[in-house]
Structures are given as structure tokens and as C-alpha cells.
């Protein structure tokens, strides 16, 4: 496949400044154990070309599914006939790349496709009815997903490369129900299941089926427990909570295409703006922040990215003060930076690429574990696993809420208190951290459902993260 | 590999169900054909066009009360055995567990016609992009403003074939536009328009409305609170679209955990509220049958305040039990794990001649073009969270007197539709034209409103 986009490519017409192509070939497959039945499994197997093209300062790009030479020849034509019918653009500069050649693929144990069905199931079976018993748990999941992504790349800049990467999670969730008071729980996390770039050995680590009766036992307990109350206060944020408002506060808010306007009428733009980088004050010193798509186990891990650009670790934040962006060949050239930042990413053959997050993290402190930070936090909040989000088209005003909090007295977790909410402004919410647990409470938490693109895209990223608190917090907001 | 020539989704859809046969008894194919275009704008010039061609193939296997589905676009005679065969292998490890509780494939049923195709938007000009968006930078230029936005256009055949003896077939367009227009410091204003013929869609137009909504004055700012509320349709459309999932989805009902259970029949919302579920109402994106192959049914969700149904498709049907049925609302074949969602809403209008008279009684409130990033705080109560965004106004004295920095709203729906005080005649076909995986247009059919205690819990700053 390789060979055949790189033949149609060199046959580009002359009017055809820049052409790259992409053959992506994906193979899906879920499974969903819901109140002691096999609820649904699903399975995708599906390829295609997509072709991006630049004609007169003008881009196109055109897919489908006839991965031929004809099919391949004849979407080129369309992408260039879609770049010249659209009005007259000055055509800006692309930051040069070195061209991409070899082979990647991600490392992983266990294919996730050589685990047999029936043993998939008999391990969500287990988990699911560790969930069940009590009859105010009106519904009980247990999921899992995997994921083989297998990408050639070639461009007119010289790239020839070629990808594969195996993804695969699995959660569990519960529904309690008592009146009309209705609590729900997940594990490991409310986003996908926490999914990694591993094999089956990830799923195996989260122990489904030990965790579960917690999960079940923590839901009841929210039932009865007592509204979170309203005020400001210190929290303490769990590692999947904190993962998601990194991705929403931070690593959309540092993506150099919504800086610079062109995701005005979507996703929105920023509060942060290109002329901040080096200077800007995003946060307390206790804040560093780095993109690495080098990451072993990252959703936004991979050799090259969609534009051919190789992987790359860059700091974005380092104590407090904004270093970079996150961009693409065409973003970064606009700000005239020399490089890419390496954050070009498609979803699937259909899509093309756009400024995405890779892996953005919070880099670890050194407040030790969960336990000393909680020990060494006199009163104050724990919140753990999402339940709502939600935050400006400039990435500034917030409000989250989450599944659980735990009351914190005397440097102790205490009662459970349910309808945990808080809301906050970017900066001055960042500039309260000042504390972060230790590399031994540090993970990966993957999200496999952020959204963004015209027509819409599906990007899977992780942040690392470990808890953290934070000071003079609004809460209970909701 | 047999070649593949020219073949309708039906005709891919029956020979995928002939080799599906020798696999397994009880099938349903489901053919999906996309072709589309959109074209992207920012800053008054063209930043992204992309074209779609796609087909995919769905196979799903029944057993014993289950179903496993299998997916490709690889059309292929090999190919598409090769799906069956998964398909089948995991409907034989799902069935066996415990029986399941799928009833079975639909029984085969004719769909009624409607009118949501349009053969010019099935063309797919690429030049009727590129005129679109060169009248709307004329628009944005002469308002001294800068236009950001996209136009879009799609054609999408779906096709159903069934060992049931199901054959159905039919082809659904949509055109989809929006534009912001924005001025140097950043103030902007929002508008769509969204319709089965693109050729309905006049972007001139639609670029004026977004120009009109950027004024000059500073914005004012509110703090938290209650106020009373004019919403636009956009903003309306996307309050009802979350009640559609959170309060008329037949699984969710059925499980207790709907908003709506044990409810049925009370009254949850003010007596001029209207809301039904109709997809072959004039101005919607029509359908005739869904993911089961069941035709579609006209329902009425809310009669005059008092909530009257929820939709259901053929697994959820089973789970209420008593004489529910599908209402032909499956989203994905063999019934999605999410349950049925109504596609269709429309919301009946008032009497109200426009926004202007909706704002004339409020001496203090909030006018709203658009919400954003609008989320469930808690399912059961419809309580939501989201921002508002270009186009906020504060009313005052019965007038939009000047714009107001976007606000965070938490509030419940059901409660927003209980303190409705006046509706418009006018009603507008909203969609937000998001296009996640399988292009599946579909809007809301609703009037502009004003209800009393719009629930504000923050503000951008």
C-alpha cells in the first residue's frame, strides 16, 4: 500500500504544491455484559485512503474506501478539483519536516485480538455480578474494548512511513436508584475505560472483578450520603478527575490552530494567545505540563504523526510559566516557529489531520502518595472520577462534577458526600495548586472520547497524572 | 474477489444477506452509503474542504434472544462472509450465557414516503461551496467584520435486508450552514440554517444575522442568579435534544432512571408546551424507518404540558413489557446499548410575533442565541450545565439594551419548560451540523421562548 501511495503521489499534477495520502485500516471490537446478559458485541473491520492536497494556497481532501491505485488516482482528483473550487487563499508557509521513513508500531504483551471471546466474556461476567446483589442497582456494566490501527503514510515532501498500534480498556459501572435519587459509579474511570496503547495485560491490571463490589458498595452509599455542601475550599483532586481537567483547561486551550482563530466557529478559540508563549503566568510553580507523544502506553503515543512529523516530548509548562503549544506544520509556520510541534492527527482514513493533544501530563511532585497528601491536608475536599464537565469556547470558565467526594478532617478521609460539583477560571484555578503527589501515584488515564473537527472527530489521548490539591476552590456549584 | 461494478445499497444489502445465510438463520443487513462535502472557513478565507465517499456494511446475527454485530466497507463477495462469519461466532459465544431478551428481527413493513431528499444537494457541486462561501465574506466585509464558519452537504442511502424478509431503501440529503462573524476585539455573533435541500440555505443571509448580533457597546455583566430568559431557537434546540435522551429514551424509562418514569401522563411542563416526535413533519430532516427497519412514528411527547410518551425501539420495547411497542426509534441495528432516541422534535409554536415581543415584559433578563458545551449534571432531574456563546444580550426594560459576557447556566429543562410564559410563531429547523462517525443529520423544529428563572451559576471573564 505503502508503494502505491507513494507512486500516485510522485504523479501529482504540477499545480498540486503539496499532496500527502493515508491508508488506514482499523479493527474494532465491544463488549458489554449488562444485568447478567451479553448486552452487545460489536465488531468493525474497515480501510480507506484519504488524500489531502494544497492547489493555489487552497486545501482539499477527499476519501474512500477503494483502496486501488484506481480509487487512490481518482480521490487525488477530487481532493484538487474540492482546493480549486474554493474562494482564492494566500497560501502560507508549511514549517519543513524531515521526510519520515521506517516502521513503527507501539509495544504491547498480549494482542488484544488473540484473547478469545469466550474468555473475555467469562473475565466481564465475573466483574458484573461482583456489581450486583443489592436491588437498588438498577443497572450493572462491564466493558471492553481493543483497538489495531495500521497506517501508511506517504507525502510529496518525501515521506513514506508506516504505523501500528494496538489500544484495548475495559470498565465497569453502576446505576443506583432509590426514589428519584439516582448515583452512578465507574471503574477505572468514567471516560472509555481508561484505555492504553498496550495489550490485554492492561485490562488484566485493573482487577475488575476485585474492584467491583467497592464500586457497587460505594454507589448504595451515595444514595443516603449527604449533599456536598457549597463554599470555598481545598481539594483534593483524584488522578482521572485532575487527567480530565488537564485535557480541558490546559491542552485545548494551548492548541496553536484555536489561538489562532481558525477553530473560531467550533470548538472555539483561547484565552491563551501566541505572543504568551515564554511569558504568560498559567499557573503556581507547583504546574508543569508536558506533551509527550514518545510516551510508552499513551493513546496520543506514536512514531509520526498525521502530517509525517516524528514524535516528540515537549515541555508546555514549566513552573507555572507557558513554554509552547501545542501544533502543525501549518500553525507553527504561521508564528514562525521553525518546527512542528508534532500534533497533526487524523481520525481514520475519512478525516484529516488537525492540531490535536498527544499526551499531555502533569508532570509528578513530591508530596508522596494519596495517603501523605491527604495526611498533610488539615480540612478540605477528595474528588474522585468525573461525572460532568463542561467549559467555555476560550477554555476559561469551568464546572465539573464528580462521582464521589470524601470529606477531609484532621489529615483523615471521612464521610462520603454525593453531588460533588466545583467550577472555576483557568488561571486563577491553576494558580491554586500547590501540591502534587509523588511519581509512585503518577499514571496514564485515557480518554477515547474528545471531540473536535469539521466533519467531527474522535481523538483518544492520555494525560498522565498523580493527585494533587488545590486551594480556595468553589464548590458545590451545582 | 467478486468485482464490484454499480450496485445500490439494497442490491449490496441483499448479497451480503444471501452469503450472511449460510452462517447463521436469523439476519439483518444494513447497507449505509455517505457521500458529503464541507467546506471550513476562518478569518474571511477557506481553511478546510474535505469530501466524503464511504459505504459501510452492518451484519447483524440474532441467537437465542442475542445479537453480535459485524461492520466493514470492504464490499467484497470474501469480505463480507468473513463479517458474517464474526458476526455469527459472536452471537453463538453471547447466546451462550443466560437467553436473552431481543424479541427478533422486525417483521417486514413498508416505510411511508416523505420528502427529505433533494436531488440537487445529492449532486455535491463543490461550486455550490465555494459560492457559498464567497457570499458570505461579501456579507462579513461590508459589516467590517471577519466571517469564520462552514458549509456542508450530504447524501446518505441506507438500505435494510432481513431473513424476516425486510427490504427497505431510502435516500435522505441535508445541507447544513453557520457563520460567526466576529470583529477585532473579538465581539460575535452567531447563525445557522439548516435544511433536506441545501438550496434552501441562503448563506447571504444567514451571514447578515450573524453580522447583526455584533454591536460595539462594552458588555455588561451579570452575577449569579435566577433571570428571566429569551431563548432563540438554537439554544432552544439544544435543551430539547438533551430532553430527548435524558427524558423519552424508552430503556432508560423502563430501567426507572428517566427523568420521565412514573411520570407519564403528569403534567412537567407549562399547558403550551407542545413537543412530539415527527419525522416526516414539514421543515425536519425526514426519515422513514430506522436502524430495525421500522417504520418511523409520528408521537406526541408532551400534549399541552402533560408528558404523554417515550420512544422505544424493539429491546427496549420488550424491557417496559405491556403493549409497548417499537416506535421506530433504534439508532443502531439490533437496538444501540444507549436505547432509543427520538430524531425528530418538533416543538409547537406560540403567539408570539418575534423575539422582540418575547423581551417586551422583562425588565431585567438575559437573551441568548446559542448554548455550548452543554452537559447532564444529574440524568434524572434534566439538569444541565453549558455556556452561553456569540450573541448574549441583556434585556432591559422590555429591550436588548447591550451585550452581556457569556454566563454559565445550571438548570433543569423540565423546569425551564415548566416556567415558559410565551413561545413564537416562528419556528426554525436547528441543528448544531456535527458529523461524529456516520453522517446521521438531524434537528430540532422549534420556536424562540421566554421563560421566567434561567438559573446562572458563573460568567467568563
Redesign the interface.
Same mark, same amino acid.
Given at each position: 500500500m505503502l508503494a502505491l501511495l507513494t507512486d500516485v503521489l510522485s504523479r501529482a499534477p504540477a499545480r498540486c504544491s503539496y499532496a500527502e495520502a493515508r491508508h488506514v485500516a482499523t479493527d474494532e471490537e465491544e463488549l458489554?455484559v449488562?444485568n447478567?446478559?451479553?448486552?452487545?458485541?460489536?465488531?468493525?473491520?474497515?480501510?480507506?485512503v484519504g488524500v489531502r492536497v494544497r492547489a493555489g494556497g487552497?486545501?482539499?481532501?477527499?476519501?474512500?474506501?477503494e483502496a486501488t491505485r484506481a480509487g487512490v488516482e481518482a480521490t487525488l482528483r477530487?481532493?484538487l478539483?474540492?482546493?480549486e473550487?474554493?474562494?482564492a487563499?494566500?497560501a502560507g508557509p508549511l514549517a519543513a519536516v524531515p521526510p519520515a521513513r521506517g516502521h513503527w508500531s507501539c509495544a504491547h504483551e498480549r494482542d488484544p485480538f488473540d484473547v478469545s471471546?469466550?474468555d473475555k466474556?467469562e473475565l466481564l461476567?465475573a466483574a458484573e455480578q461482583a456489581l450486583r446483589g443489592d436491588p437498588r442497582i438498577?443497572?450493572s456494566d462491564a466493558t471492553c474494548a481493543s483497538r489495531r490501527v495500521r497506517t501508511a503514510f506517504a507525502s510529496t515532501d518525501g515521506a513514506a512511513c508506516t504505523q501500528e498500534r494496538v489500544e484495548c480498556g475495559a470498565a465497569i459501572a453502576v446505576?443506583a436508584?432509590q426514589g428519584?435519587e439516582?448515583q452512578v459509579r465507574t471503574y477505572p474511570g468514567a471516560h472509555g475505560g481508561s484505555a492504553a496503547c498496550a495489550g490485554w495485560e492492561h485490562v488484566l491490571g485493573f482487577d475488575l472483578v476485585a474492584n467491583a463490589p467497592r464500586i457497587a458498595a460505594e454507589a448504595i452509599e451515595l444514595l443516603s450520603a449527604p449533599e456536598c455542601p457549597a463554599g470555598r475550599r481545598t481539594v483534593i483532586l483524584g488522578g482521572e478527575q485532575l487527567a480530565l481537567q488537564i485535557h480541558e483547561s490546559i491542552g485545548h486551550a494551548l492548541e496553536l490552530d484555536r489561538m489562532l482563530?481558525?477553530?473560531?466557529?467550533?470548538a472555539?478559540?483561547s484565552w491563551v494567545q501566541p505572543h504568551d508563549l515564554g511569558t504568560l503566568r498559567y499557573g503556581s510553580e507547583q504546574l508543569n505540563i508536558t506533551a509527550d507523544a514518545t510516551l510508552r502506553g499513551g493513546l496520543g503515543t506514536f512514531g509520526w504523526d498525521d502530517e509525517g512529523v516524528a514524535a516528540a516530548r515537549t515541555p508546555l509548562i514549566e513552573a507555572g510559566v507557558l513554554r509552547a503549544a501545542l501544533s502543525d506544520r501549518g500553525s507553527a509556520a504561521q508564528i514562525g516557529l521553525e518546527r512542528s510541534g508534532g500534533c497533526a492527527r487524523a481520525d481514520g482514513f475519512?478525516?484529516?489531520p488537525?492540531v490535536r493533544m498527544t499526551n499531555v501530563s502533569i508532570e509528578p511532585g513530591d508530596a508522596g502518595t494519596l495517603d501523605d497528601l491527604v495526611a498533610d491536608t488539615g480540612d478540605g475536599l477528595y474528588l474522585e472520577t468525573n461525572?460532568?464537565?463542561?467549559?467555555?469556547?476560550?477554555r476559561?470558565?469551568f464546572?465539573f462534577?464528580t462521582e464521589i467526594a470524601r470529606e477531609i478532617r484532621g489529615g483523615e478521609l471521612g464521610r462520603l458526600l454525593r453531588?460533588a460539583?466545583y467550577?472555576g477560571?483557568t488561571p486563577q484555578f491553576w494558580s491554586g495548586l500547590d501540591a502534587v503527589c509523588s511519581a509512585s501515584d503518577w499514571r496514564l488515564w485515557g480518554l477515547g472520547n474528545c471531540?473536535k473537527g469539521?466533519?467531527?472527530?474522535?481523538m483518544r489521548v492520555s494525560h498522565g497524572s498523580a493527585p494533587a490539591r488545590l486551594r480556595d476552590v468553589q464548590v458545590g456549584?451545582? | 474477489m467478486t468485482s464490484i461494478v454499480v450496485e445500490t445499497p439494497l442490491q449490496t444489502a441483499e448479497r451480503a444477506l444471501a452469503l450472511a445465510g449460510a452462517a447463521a438463520d436469523e439476519v439483518q443487513v444494513t447497507v449505509v452509503r455517505e457521500r458529503?462535502?464541507?467546506?471550513?472557513?476562518?478569518?474571511s478565507? *477557506?481553511?478546510?474542504?474535505?469530501?466524503?465517499?464511504?459505504?459501510?456494511v452492518e451484519i447483524l446475527v440474532a441467537r437465542d434472544g442475542?445479537?453480535?454485530?459485524?461492520?466493514?466497507?470492504?464490499l467484497g463477495d470474501d469480505e463480507l462472509r468473513v463479517?458474517a462469519r464474526?458476526?455469527d461466532?459472536?452471537?453463538r459465544?453471547?447466546?451462550?450465557?443466560? *437467553?436473552?431478551?431481543y424479541p427478533g428481527l422486525a417483521e417486514p413493513a413498508a416505510a411511508p414516503a416523505h420528502d427529505g431528499y433533494d436531488d440537487a444537494t445529492a449532486e455535491l457541486d *463543490?461550486?455550490r461551496?465555494?459560492a457559498a462561501?464567497?457570499a458570505t465574506?461579501a456579507v462579513a466585509a461590508a459589516h467590517g467584520l471577519e466571517a469564520?464558519?462552514?458549509w456542508?452537504a450530504g447524501a446518505v442511502r441506507t438500505a435494510i435486508a432481513s431473513s424476516a424478509g425486510a427490504r427497505l431503501e431510502e435516500e435522505v440529503t441535508d445541507g447544513f450552514m453557520?457563520?460567526?462573524c466576529?470583529d477585532a476585539s473579538?465581539r460575535?455573533g452567531y447563525a445557522a440554517a439548516t435544511a433536506a435541500a441545501a438550496g434552501q440555505i441562503d448563506p447571504a443571509a444567514v451571514a447578515a444575522r450573524a453580522a447583526s448580533k455584533v454591536t460595539s457597546a462594552p458588555p455588561a455583566e451579570l452575577g449569579p442568579g435566577s433571570y428571566p430568559v429569551v431563548l432563540e431557537p438554537e439554544a432552544v434546540g439544544i435543551l430539547l435534544e438533551f430532553l430527548g435522551a435524558l427524558a423519552f429514551n424508552g430503556l432508560s424509562h423502563a430501567?426507572?432512571?428517566g427523568a420521565l418514569s412514573d411520570r407519564l401522563g403528569t403534567l412537567v411542563a407549562a399547558p403550551a408546551i407542545d413537543l412530539a416526535d415527527a419525522p416526516r413533519s414539514a421543515c425536519t430532516l425526514s426519515r422513514g424507518f430506522d436502524f430495525e427497519g421500522v417504520p418511523k412514528q409520528e408521537l406526541a411527547l408532551i400534549a399541552d404540558g402533560v408528558a404523554q410518551a417515550v420512544v422505544h425501539d424493539r429491546r427496549s420495547a420488550v424491557l417496559a413489557g405491556g403493549d409497548a411497542r417499537s416506535t421506530g426509534h433504534a439508532i443502531a441495528p439490533?437496538g444501540s *446499548?444507549q436505547g432509543p432516541f427520538p430524531t425528530n422534535l418538533v416543538l409547537r409554536g406560540g403567539a408570539a410575533a418575534d423575539a422582540a415581543e418575547l423581551c417586551a415584559p422583562i425588565e431585567r433578563g438575559i437573551y441568548v442565541t446559542r448554548l455550548?458545551?452543554?452537559?447532564?449534571?444529574?440524568?434524572?432531574?434534566t439538569?444541565l450545565?453549558?455556556?452561553t456563546?456569540e450573541g448574549t444580550f441583556l434585556i432591559e426594560d422590555g429591550e436588548i439594551a447591550r451585550p452581556l459576557r457569556?454566563v454559565?447556566f445550571?438548570d433543569s429543562v423540565l423546569r425551564l419548560l415548566s416556567a415558559t410564559e410565551a413561545l413564537t410563531a416562528d419556528r426554525r429547523l436547528v441543528s448544531g451540523?456535527?458529523?461524529?462517525?456516520r453522517?446521521f443529520a438531524h434537528g430540532v423544529l422549534c420556536p424562540g421562548l421566554r421563560a421566567d428563572g434561567l438559573r446562572v451559576?458563573?460568567?467568563?471573564?
Open positions: 458489554l449488562r447478567g446478559r451479553v448486552d452487545s458485541i460489536d465488531s468493525t473491520s474497515a480501510d480507506g487552497g486545501w482539499g481532501f477527499a476519501a474512500t474506501r477530487r481532493a478539483a474540492i482546493a473550487s474554493q474562494p487563499a494566500p471471546l469466550e466474556l461476567f438498577v443497572r446505576v436508584l428519584e439516582l482563530l481558525m477553530e473560531a466557529a467550533y472555539g478559540t475519512a478525516r484529516q488537525i461525572r460532568s464537565w463542561s467549559i467555555d469556547d476560550r476559561l470558565h464546572q462534577a453531588n460539583s467550577a477560571v471531540g469539521e466533519p467531527g472527530q474522535v456549584v451545582a | 458529503s462535502l464541507m467546506s471550513r472557513f476562518a478569518r478565507a *477557506p481553511t478546510q474542504a474535505t469530501e466524503v465517499a464511504d459505504t459501510s442475542h445479537t453480535a454485530l459485524a461492520s466493514t466497507n470492504r463479517t464474526r458476526a461466532a459472536a452471537a459465544a453471547a447466546a451462550a450465557g443466560a *437467553p436473552g431478551t *463543490p461550486a461551496a465555494g462561501l464567497r465574506f469564520f464558519g462552514a456542508t453557520k457563520v460567526v466576529r473579538g460575535s430501567e426507572g432512571r439490533g *446499548p455550548w458545551y452543554v452537559n447532564p449534571v444529574r440524568e434524572k432531574e439538569l450545565t453549558g455556556m456563546r457569556d454559565r445550571t451540523g456535527e458529523f461524529y462517525g453522517r451559576t458563573g460568567a467568563t471573564t
